[in-house]
């Protein structure tokens, strides 16, 4: 069964930028169309950026033009690169499959924060 592990998240002030990954054991990781998400305390997770098997992006209005999703397949690994970083960032991010019942990993805490 595929596993997600996602790192990289941490407390940072509004203007800077974070790098997540996410590593994803399993062969099929590199065919798979996969997105990064989002929870803020008391809200519901969130779909904010996806990237297709073969590399084709998209993203919510909320962060377009300062967030960038990428994957590196060799490595099973999608990135998430976050600049201009503000205060309503603040949530817990995770990784998954779009279309793949996958088991969701812990997610990675980003707190923007002066």
């Known amino acids: 069964q595929v596993q997600l592990v996602e790192s990289g998240g941490g407390l940072v002030q509004p203007g800077e930028s974070l790098r997540l990954s996410c590593a994803g054991s399993?062969?099929?990781?590199?065919?798979?169309?996969m997105g990064w998400y989002r929870q803020a305390p008391g809200k519901q997770r969130l779909l904010i950026a996806t990237?297709?098997?073969?590399?084709?992006?998209g993203y919510v209005d909320s962060v377009k033009g300062r967030f960038t999703i990428s994957r590196d397949n060799a490595k099973n690994t999608v990135y998430l690169q976050m600049n201009s970083l503000k205060p309503e960032d603040t949530a817990v991010y995770y990784c998954?499959?779009?279309?793949?019942?996958?088991?969701w990993g812990q997610g990675t805490q980003v707190t923007v924060s002066s």
């Open positions: 998954n499959a779009l279309f793949n019942d996958w088991p």
């Open positions: 990237i297709s098997s073969g590399g084709n992006t």
């Open positions: 399993g062969s099929s990781f590199s065919v798979v169309d």
